[in-house]
């Protein structure tokens, strides 16, 4: 080997060497590194680095995932808990690590190793299950890294025990009527009135907590429902029954009503009231109320708590029974009287007259038949005559 090579081959060794070393170096600067870097890490506080935001809605049945990833966690506990909102002594711990403390099957924790996420998983949500959720690393007994994650469960409305439920107001009078309602979304709360009838507000709907009546009426009386809403379920209806208290209101069908003489005839009076009135039936000229006897028989028919039909019949009627009756209707806002007058005809009117069924016996039936083609053979004579 000639010195030329020898050179050659020793620069070459060394240039093997200066290789080696340098690897080494770089090997004891990582390997200073890495001891440093887990000497801080050991060191260092444990951090939540992610965690589900801003929150989680969910419908009743379904499932849900929260996610917190932490750093530096490795030798401290990691728990997930319920936080109870009224009472924070009942918080529920759920898990811990990757085991859970309940034995409810809807719940499962498990640990993404990679990234250091811990996963808790809920299925089949029910309506308790709405609360915040928290992930906690414990690092001494009064000091823990936290982070929360609300759940949201849609529920469906429910209509509040502090709406109104029934009203008795005077005519006149303000009335509200209230109505509240709990659920997520928050429910909207509309107004209707049965059959669809006109509301206050002059519309067949009214979107609003709070329907008011400035100066209710007789004709605000009856049944408005309150309607709560929002996108789960089929919503919630409150019935409301209005009563409007006021004096009486009389109508009279017939103000003016003839018959003949020895028949029946029918005298009436409508009357509107709430509350239901004491009814009574006069005579011109006398003081004392009718009451039923062989001239007159009273009877009353209730359409319903506020109307009220009153009809005095005259029986077999004598000369002295034509005049003038009154109708009087009267509760504790005030009274009214309604005028009727029965007058003198020649010929029998129809009903009652015809009416066989007004009458005790098949004789009585004849007799009154045979009056009645007697009057009009009569009448029809004179007609005749006439001519």
């Known amino acids: 080997m000639t010195g ?64 917190c990833t932490i750093q530096y966690a490795a030798d401290y506990p990691v728990i997930w808990m319920k936080l109870d909102s009224v009472d ?32 808790l998983r809920i299925r089949d949500i029910q309506e308790t299950d709405g609360a915040t959720y928290q992930c906690q690393v414990l690092i001494a007994l009064t000091d823990t890294v936290k982070a929360d994650v609300p759940l949201i469960v849609r529920r469906p409305p429910i209509i509040s025990d502090n709406s109104t439920r029934s009203v008795v107001a005077w005519e006149g009078m303000r009335v509200e009527l209230r109505c509240y309602a709990s659920g997520y979304p928050q429910p909207e709360i509309w107004w209707r009135r049965q059959n669809n009838a006109v509301l206050p507000t002059n519309t067949s709907v009214y979107k609003g907590n709070v329907l008011v009546f400035p100066n209710v009426t007789k004709e605000h009386r009856g049944t408005y429902y309150c309607v709560a809403t929002n996108v789960v379920g089929t919503g919630a209806r409150r019935n409301i029954d209005v009563e409007v208290e ?127 083609l007697t009057s009009l053979l009569t009448v029809t004579f004179y007609r005749l005559r006439g001519r």
């Open 4 to 67: 030329k090579v020898k050179i050659l081959a020793i620069r070459r060794i060394l240039r093997i060497l200066r290789a080696v070393k340098m690897t080494w170096m770089l090997f004891m600067m990582m390997l200073a590194v890495l001891r440093r870097n887990v000497v801080e890490a050991q060191n260092r506080r444990p951090t939540i680095s992610f965690i589900t935001q801003p929150e989680i809605v969910a419908d009743i049945g379904g499932e849900v995932e929260m996610k």
């Open 88 to 119: 924070r002594n009942n918080d529920l711990p759920i898990t811990t690590g990757t085991k859970l403390i309940i034995t409810d099957p809807r719940f499962h924790v498990e640990l993404d190793q990679a990234t250091s996420t811990f996963i």
């Open 246 to 372: 006021h004096k009486p209101h009389i109508k009279i069908p017939r103000k003016r009503l003839g018959q003949a003489l020895q028949f029946d005839m029918d005298l009436e009076c409508k009357i509107l009231a709430y509350p239901p009135p004491a009814i009574r039936w006069f005579r011109e000229g006398t003081s004392e109320p009718i009451t039923n006897n062989q001239h007159y028989q009273i009877s009353h028919f209730a359409h319903d708590d506020e109307y009220v039909d009153t009809i005095l019949r005259v029986i077999t009627i004598e000369k002295k029974q034509y005049g003038n009756y009154t109708c009087q209707a009267e509760n504790r806002l005030g009274s009214q009287n309604g005028k009727v007058e029965l007058f003198e005809t020649v010929i029998p009117i129809c009903p009652p007259a015809c009416d066989s069924y007004n009458y005790s016996s098949g004789g009585m039936d004849m007799a009154l038949t045979g009056g009645i």
